[in-house]
């Protein structure tokens, strides 16, 4: 019954490569978001989906794709896969009407070799 | 882009002490929020404040919203080993827009 569940929970893979990280959430949210944290756990806005419409990019490489098949689902397709994209995504979900207050996955923790 | 900038970085305290952070930000914002993130966890939502002067309280955690939107600061009284962690504030700019944080604060606490 996890809130935002978010797989695989870990990821290696080779430069170049195309990947893409799911996300649900069962707490009926309309907003959902994928953040980055880096190296020095600096977390990041990278997009928004409200009602299946995409909000905001936060100058992301457009190798990153979020793709909404639902309001339950966010999944995150990355493409040419760089070393500079190692990093732990999260993805997140709140209510518009409180949209701050926003539920996190536990984080997928992507490595590129 | 808009910038948080909080502090201290890290703290280091005895179980039992008090801890004091604090945020502050060059641009005014409608709410602030304090997060909290375990180890391999995702953050989690501590405190949202929606008024400015407001103070509220959560269990042994306090925050207060600064009077000029522009800051907030958090306490957590009788520390315990639990509340090890990385602290993040966060603003919202209203609109499903997303959080912006401030770079953490990591509490560390010796026995």
């Known amino acids: 019954d996890t809130a935002v569940s978010q797989t695989p929970k870990y990821l290696v893979t080779q430069m170049g490569n195309d990947k893409s990280i799911k996300c649900e959430q069962n707490?009926?949210?309309?907003?959902m978001y994928w953040y980055k944290q880096d190296s020095k756990k600096f977390l990041k806005i990278m997009f928004s989906?409200?009602?299946?419409?995409?909000?905001i990019n936060e100058t992301v490489p457009n190798r990153f794709s979020p793709k909404s098949p639902d309001k339950a689902h966010l999944n995150l397709h990355i493409n040419s896969l760089e070393l500079g994209d190692s990093a732990v995504y999260f993805c997140?979900?709140?209510?518009?009407?409180?949209?701050?207050?926003?539920?996190f996955g536990q984080g997928t923790r992507l490595t590129v070799v | 882009g808009q910038q948080l900038n909080q502090s201290p970085q890290s703290m280091f305290i005895q179980e039992g002490e008090d801890v004091s952070m604090n945020c502050t930000s060059s641009?005014?914002?409608?709410?602030w929020l304090w997060y909290k993130q375990d180890p391999g966890e995702g953050p989690v939502l501590l405190i949202a404040?929606?008024?400015?002067?407001e103070l509220t309280s959560n269990g042994r955690l306090t925050a207060q919203f600064g009077i000029t939107r522009k800051d907030s600061f958090l306490n957590i009284s009788a520390s315990i080993p639990s509340d090890v962690g990385i602290y993040f504030c966060?603003?919202?700019?209203?609109?499903?827009?997303?959080?912006?944080f401030g770079k953490g604060t990591h509490l560390i606490i010796q026995p």
């Open positions: 997140a979900s709140s209510q518009s009407s409180r949209e701050a207050e926003a539920f």
């Open positions: 707490l009926g949210h309309d907003t």
């Open positions: 989906y409200n009602n299946k419409e995409l909000i």
């Open positions: 641009s005014i914002f409608n709410t």
């Open positions: 404040l929606y008024k400015a002067g």
């Open positions: 966060a603003v919202s700019g209203g609109g499903a827009d997303g959080l912006t």
